[in-house]
């Protein structure tokens, strides 16, 4: 599975990372939110591999969206 992440930096800007890549950075959440699933979303219609979108919480990862094939049960859709 492809995770994209969101990051909070100090200064309060978030970014948006793939693996150890930043994507995006200094933006604010709601577009950040945005443009994560759109990049998630793009990239699982063009590979067909499954990804996610993921957010630091006060006390766990918080998934804000998921992308799978159709019938493919989430815990086999890791790559």
């Not at 994209?4 to 950040?32: E, N, V």
């Not at 759109?38 to 919480?57: K, Q």
């Not at 969206?65 to 790559?79: D, K, L, N, T």
Request: proline residues 8%; glycine residues 6%; charged residues 25%.
């Amino acid at each position: 599975m492809v995770i994209y992440s969101l990051r909070q930096s100090p200064d309060g800007d978030w970014s948006i990372r793939r693996d150890s890549a930043t994507l995006f950075s200094q933006l604010r959440l709601g577009p950040a939110i945005q443009l994560a699933r759109e990049a998630a979303r793009d990239e699982h219609n063009r590979s067909g591999r499954s990804t996610c979108v993921e957010m630091p919480g006060p006390s766990s990862t918080i998934r804000l969206a998921q992308y799978a094939r159709p019938g493919m049960p989430i815990e086999s859709a890791v790559a």
